[in-house]
């Protein structure tokens, strides 16, 4: 047991017991078994862990008891709507700036009949946490735009907020889990009549406090609309919209949540300054391997520890997700959507390394044997012990390799290395303290120096052109050249490297590496004609006129020409498939052949539903010193989660920090992507 913590509160709600069972009209929100046992052991956690106080927990809970009408708390320590919100607002008073706040919800994720009818219409839906006394009459649900304000207040205060939900939002989707009790969550929609005040703040106050913050996060909600996209904390929400949160037996007797479960297995295997990367990569996969509809989502402030709140640098890898000791391999979150292909090479690290270039928490290298969309099976080719050798003919066993162990990838099938000739200039420009007709060979050996050597080949001058991907060249007043395979410059190279200036050649060798891995990653595509997603994904570039009209910028093919920071244009993502649930995600391909990833903004995908859209607003600038650039925003639908990040580069010229990216030259059916060209100047 450590010294008390004094900065730290929780706020831990679980809800077993419903009552009355049945709503007025007829339809019900069943008890459940496992939420108050949750609660219950996150509390003795917390009280192990940091020594609280027992002012420093807030605990409401309903447990069943004998009377099938009442619970056994008193009405003070019951989940009610009103206990709940009195509590989060009390917990705000009391914390501090910089206290770290932890809040758990065990229970039911419900939909109502709205009561913000000028947000959402008079149709509209409000998703909700459903209190335990929602059967009364005069009840009522804390709607979503009652928690993202509650929220809100605490990222105002400064508050370090971490919010676990293990219920189910899966709205209208839940109508195939009739009769299984391990699931929380109900597929009805509560239309009853119910007060239309709100404890939170006035309706008009929550309406506009939602209206900036869904501006803020560009329209984007989570938790099937339950909340804003999270800025300022971090959420684990227990599955995707249109999955189910499970609970179930794991020990004894007793059923827990499965999110609960294993969140606590780890922290109390890995201690809390765990990162929550690590943490979620862990537990996510383990969850979703005991319930396959079922994937947990990580959300908001991601980089950092897991409770503590210390910022962590972030980490792109690929977690393992299955272990088959039998088969000798191993399942890991990355497949043909990311461009991976047979042969890939990983290396596997003992899970939590963040260090990748530390050697002693090298585990194995594995082959890829078996692809899919998102994820892939890899053979265990080598097993490395503590004496830094590596094993021959290695073979698993229990334990040798973590669930939620990050791989890295090591490096490309032969189809993927570019290769490279020399060009020498007639005549050779004149470089005091250079031998310019031994660039062929001095290139060739400085590439062997440079970390991701293998992305290019040297080739030699007898090479044939139609077998070149670039040609290095110079002009001159001897500065390198690199030209595409038509032996035109490549564009927005912006700045020149001198034959003579310090470590030119690992400059330029670093130059074609970066150049090789951005065309790559530019270039995948899904080849199978026969996808189930062609034709499923839409996505226009389109901007406003006069009277509210709407142009569509890529029409028929058309790459717009926009002015440098000036015009404000809409992404419009659309899922246009009837029965498919889209994890979409949106790439930016900028001038200075960058990366990065830019929708969803704190979440690895954002999930749509059969017919719906997302939009994007933005003004996109040209980077520093430059004039003129060609962009492209690349989307990509995924069946099953997955995670870009791992593709993103810096500007050219800045180190790699070990990215690596691949082609494929034939998928699955189970992905698919988009892409719309633009010019900047």
Avoid at 176 to 199: A, K, Q, V
Avoid at 234 to 259: D, M, P, Q, S, W
Wanted: charged share 25%; net charge negative; aromatic share 8%.
């Amino acid at each position: 047991m450590t010294n008390q913590t004094p900065n730290f509160h929780a706020l831990l709600i679980g809800i077993n017991f419903y009552f009355p069972h049945r709503l007025p009209e007829g339809n019900y929100y069943k008890n459940l078994r496992g939420c108050v046992p949750d609660i219950n052991h996150v509390e003795t956690y917390l009280q192990d862990t940091f020594n609280l106080t027992p002012d420093q927990i807030i605990k409401l809970t309903a447990t069943a008891s004998d009377n099938p009408n009442q619970p056994q708390e008193p009405p003070e320590l019951l989940p009610t709507y009103e206990n709940i919100v009195a509590k989060f607002k009390e917990l705000t008073a009391k914390a501090q700036p910089q206290d770290r706040v932890y809040i758990h919800y065990s229970g039911h994720g419900g939909r109502a009949k709205t009561i913000f009818e000028d947000v959402k219409g008079s149709m509209g839906l409000d998703e909700a946490l459903v209190p335990c006394d929602i059967g009364q009459p005069n009840s009522r649900y804390l709607r979503d735009l009652e928690f993202a304000k509650l929220l809100e207040e605490m990222v105002a205060k400064e508050l370090v907020v971490t919010l676990v939900l293990d219920s189910c939002h899966s709205g209208g989707a839940t109508r195939e889990m009739s009769g299984d009790d391990r699931i929380r969550g109900e597929g009805f929609i509560d239309m009853m009549e119910r007060p239309t005040d709100s404890l939170v703040a006035p309706l008009q106050d929550l309406a506009q406090n939602w209206q900036v913050s869904t501006e803020n996060s560009r329209n984007i909600t989570v938790v099937n609309g339950l909340l804003p996209e999270p800025k300022g904390y971090t959420l684990i929400a227990a599955c995707r919209e249109h999955e189910f949160a499970y609970e179930k037996v794991f020990e004894g007797r007793e059923r827990n949540g499965a999110l609960t479960y294993y969140l606590l297995k780890a922290l109390r295997e890995y201690g809390t300054d765990i990162p929550v990367n690590n943490l979620y990569d862990r537990i996510s996969n383990l969850v979703h391997n005991d319930f396959p509809r079922q994937t947990p989502m990580l959300i908001g402030e991601t980089n950092r520890t897991f409770l503590g709140g210390q910022p962590v640098l972030a980490s792109r890898n690929a977690p393992v997700m299955k272990v088959d000791i039998t088969k000798n391999r191993v399942q890991l979150q990355i497949g043909q959507a990311s461009g991976i292909k047979k042969g890939s090479e990983f290396e596997i690290f003992k899970f939590r390394t963040r260090d990748f270039k530390d050697s002693d928490n090298l585990v194995a290298t594995v082959k890829v044997v078996e692809l899919g969309a998102s994820d892939c099976w890899a053979e265990v080719t080598a097993l490395h012990n503590e004496f830094r050798t590596r094993e021959l003919n290695p073979k698993l066993k229990e334990g040798t390799i973590e669930i939620g162990s990050p791989a890295v990838y090591v490096g490309p099938p032969l189809e993927q290395i570019r290769k490279v000739r020399v060009l020498l200039p007639d005549p050779l420009p004149q470089i005091p303290g250079v031998d310019v007709s031994s660039l062929p060979s001095i290139l060739k050996t400085q590439k062997e120096e440079v970390e991701n050597h293998s992305w290019i080949e040297f080739c030699p001058e007898t090479e044939k052109d139609e077998n070149v991907n670039y040609f290095v060249s110079l002009n001159p007043q001897g500065e390198y050249l690199i030209l595409d395979a038509n032996k035109e410059p490549i564009p927005n190279v912006v700045f020149p490297i001198k034959i003579d200036a310090p470590e030119a050649a690992k400059k330029l060798i670093n130059r074609l590496i970066h150049i090789t891995l951005y065309q790559n990653s530019l270039e995948w595509d899904n080849e199978d004609t026969y996808s189930t997603l062609n034709r499923k994904l839409k996505v226009e570039l389109v901007k406003s006129v006069k009277r509210g009209q709407i142009v569509v910028l890529n029409a028929d093919g058309k790459v717009p020409v926009l002015e440098n920071g000036a015009e404000e244009v809409t992404l419009l993502i659309r899922n246009e498939s009837t029965n498919r649930t889209l994890n979409i995600t949106a790439l930016l391909f900028d001038a200075d052949f960058s990366i990065s990833q830019i929708y969803p903004d704190r979440a690895n995908y954002e999930v749509v539903e059969p017919g719906g859209e997302r939009t994007e607003n933005f003004k996109l600038s040209l980077p520093e010193n430059y004039e003129e650039g060609v962009n492209v925003i690349k989307v990509f639908a995924t069946m099953d989660a997955t995670n870009y990040r791992l593709w993103e580069l810096p500007a050219l010229d800045q180190d790699l920090q070990g990215r690596k990216a691949e082609i494929v030259t034939k998928a699955s059916n189970e992905w698919t992507t988009e892409k719309v060209e633009f010019v900047l100047r």
